[in-house]
Every structure is written in C-alpha cells, then in structure tokens.
C-alpha cells in the first residue's frame, strides 16, 4: 500500500519531538536577538568551516556514487556550493569578528564536530548510495529551517547574523535543499523496505545538528 504522504513528511514528523530544542536552542534565539557573544558565533564559525571542508568530500563521494549523470552533476554542484556560498560566507564573517578568515579550518576540531563527520563518514564508506544521501539530508535540511523561521522574525540588530540567517533563508541555499529532500523521497519510492531505516540515519543526523549547536554555545563562551 502506498503511504498517504510524502517520505520526506514522515521523516520530518520523526524528529518533531527535537525540534523545538533545535530552533528554541538559545545559540539561535540569541543570534536572531543579538545578543549571542562574538566569541560564541568565531567559535561556530571556526567549527562550522571544519566541518564544511569534510562535508565538501563527502558530497564528492555521493557524486561518486550515484547512479545517473544527473545525480553526479547534483552532488557536484552541492560540493562546489560549499566553497562558493558557506565556506566564502564563513571567512567573510570571521573577518568581521577580527579573526582570520582565511585561517578557519587550522582550527582544532571539537569533539561534537568530530562526531558528527565520524558518522557521515561511516555511512560513506560502510554504506550504500542512499544511506549517504539520507546521512547528508539533516545538514541541509535543518539549516533551511533554522533560516526561514529566523527569517519570519524581526530581523537581528547584529548585521553579521542576519546576514548569515539570510543566506540559509535564501533561494539558492532553498533549491540545494528542495533537490535533496525530492531525492530522499525518490530513494524511499524506490525501496520502502528499507524506509525505517533512514528514518534512524536522519534522526541520528539531526541529533548531530542539535549538538553542534550545544558545542558552539557551551564551548564558544569559554574563549
């Protein structure tokens, strides 16, 4: 029997109980106040930077993976994305914040972004095609809703985090996402056996994407 909804809505509906831990997390209630600490926001940024190195590789990896022409040109273009849009957006920021931009990633890894790579990785190389792209799917996904509903409020009296809101808000980061949830539920289509499956990998990822937040807010206000 067919579901009565899209896979991407059942996956949502998984991890609803997280979410209001997510967005309510008062890393994002303060940035979107003003009021998080500069050093709360050099440290995200510096950890964020690692991360989207390795994210780059990994999408690269998906690319290598994938089945038809169109899903590598897909994940290539993602891959590329990171460096053109988030990682110049991250030096950009940092600068701002009197931190060399350019020196991001010689930061050391926090254990929190160690882990979260250490689980994307295992589904690179232990995994098949789709348990990576289910794997990759809450870093996108999160971050668009993180944006929009930032977006929906009075805008941040710190210009630098607005502008960080505005990008995860934005159309070009929105289609990156839209083309990967619509991958997510072409792959569930494709074998809903194995549909209880990525509803485990994705909440793990989100619970990943809650403890990033955790890291940066508990670790920034130490530097």
Not at 194 to 203: D, K, P, S, T
């Amino acid at each position: 029997m067919a579901s009565a909804q899209p896979f991407h809505q059942t996956l949502w509906s998984s991890i609803e109980p997280m979410w209001p831990t997510i967005v309510h997390h008062p890393f994002l209630t303060e940035l979107a106040d003003g009021g998080l600490s500069p050093a709360r926001f050099a440290y995200f940024l510096e950890q964020d930077a690692l991360y989207l190195e390795d994210f780059a590789r990994l999408l690269a990896t998906a690319a290598a993976k994938a089945p038809s022409r169109d899903q590598i040109k897909l994940f290539l273009s993602h891959a590329q994305g990171v460096f053109a849009v988030e990682s110049d957006l991250h030096e950009t920021l940092a600068t701002a914040l009197g931190r060399d931009g350019a020196r991001l990633t010689s930061a050391e890894r926090g254990p929190t972004t160690q882990a979260y790579l250490d689980f994307l990785f295992a589904h690179a190389q232990g995994g098949d095609y789709a348990d990576l792209v289910i794997a990759l799917l809450p870093c996108f996904w999160v971050y668009r809703e993180v944006g929009l509903t930032l977006a929906a409020q009075p805008p941040s009296p710190n210009p630098l985090y607005q502008r960080w809101i505005e990008t995860y808000a934005g159309d070009e980061f929105g289609a990156a996402v839209a083309s990967q949830i619509a991958l997510a539920d072409a792959l569930a289509a494709a074998e809903p056996g194995r549909q209880q499956a990525f509803l485990r990998i994705f909440a793990e990822g989100v619970g990943h994407e809650r403890a990033f937040w955790d890291q940066a807010y508990a670790s920034g206000g130490q530097s």
